[in-house]
């Protein structure tokens, strides 16, 4: 089965602390950061991620790209993130995918629900990025310890032999 992931970006950056703060200095920034986290979530997920902006807070009008593997799209002129999130959903919808919207947008939630795909709130994404984050963590921290330890069971007198030949002596 096929995760797929529609975020509705500008909600999240309201939504979420974090970038609600960021969005106060640099809006392209917290833009950025949302992306990233997004690209952490789809790693660790497997999920493929789409993030939608409405075109209205940026130049560039109805680009979509790819940043950190997650897809970016901008809607166009007059369209908002919440018409495309839509028509994605229709267009993405298959046997073999589940369709997942993250937005705190009540009436969207309802909408994507009938149509099918099942809803997130920005609340709920932001827990799963957080117990995602610490599943990275104890990955990269268990990756870590394999690597430094030895593969021979060594007992704490050749330890102490080997320890004293690293620092030259006998």
Do not use: C
Not at 106 to 127: D, P, V, Y
Request: a negative charge; charged letters at 35%.
């Amino acid at each position: 089965m096929k995760d797929i992931l529609l975020v509705d970006g500008y909600n999240m950056i309201g939504a979420w602390p974090e970038l609600r703060a960021l969005k106060d200095r640099d809006l392209a920034l917290a833009r950025d950061r949302l992306v990233e986290r997004m690209a952490e979530y789809q790693a660790f997920t497997g999920y493929e991620v789409k993030v939608i902006f409405d075109a209205h807070m940026v130049a560039g009008i109805g680009k979509q790209y790819l940043n950190y593997r997650v897809d970016v799209i901008y809607t166009k002129e007059n369209e908002t993130a919440d018409e495309r999130i839509e028509r994605l959903v229709l267009d993405l919808k298959q046997i073999d995918t589940r369709i997942h919207v993250a937005t705190s947008d009540f009436t969207e939630q309802s909408l994507i629900f009938g149509s099918g795909a099942l809803r997130k709130s920005a609340r709920e994404l932001l827990i799963e990025l957080e117990v995602a984050d610490k599943g990275i963590e104890e990955s990269v921290e268990t990756t870590r310890k394999k690597r430094d330890s030895t593969k021979l069971p060594l007992n704490e007198e050749i330890i102490e032999i080997f320890e004293r030949w690293r620092r030259g002596g006998r």
